[in-house]
């Protein structure tokens, strides 16, 4: 079982920057691909970013492209999502992920590990 915990969220004024961080209870994320999902109220569930931790591959979601980036600290074994040039569409709980089938995609069904989430809140 992998625990998963969310980190560095908050309240920032519109066009600021937040670092998010996905710490885990496994020693490695070997052989997973870590996904960052945000959900708005009243939204569905989104992929946002994911990092196949074997080779390093990522990918973004069209919507955050520019603004977002996902990345590995191999030392502190954590995943991490900077957020530049926050917007008020961007106020959502985000979430960490992790598939262990080695799924690199968008689809939140095919990650099984969850963290609890933490809220970004962009004020205008």
């Known amino acids: 079982q992998v625990q998963l915990v969310e980190s560095g969220g908050g309240l920032v004024q519109a066009g600021g920057s937040l670092r998010l961080s996905c710490a885990a209870s496994e020693r490695t994320f070997k052989g997973y691909v870590m996904g960052w999902f945000r959900q708005a109220p009243g939204k569905e569930r989104e992929f946002v970013a994911a990092l196949r931790w074997s080779d390093g591959a990522t990918s973004n979601a069209d919507s955050v492209k520019g603004r977002f980036t996902i990345s590995r600290d191999d030392a502190k074994n954590t995943v991490n999502l900077q957020i530049n040039s926050l917007k008020p569409e961007d106020t959502a709980v985000y979430y960490c992920?992790?598939?262990?089938?080695?799924?690199?995609?968008?689809?939140?069904?095919?990650?099984?590990?969850w963290g609890q989430g933490t809220q970004v809140t962009v004020s205008s």
């Open positions: 992920a992790a598939s262990s089938y080695n799924y690199y995609g968008t689809e939140a069904d095919l990650y099984d590990y």
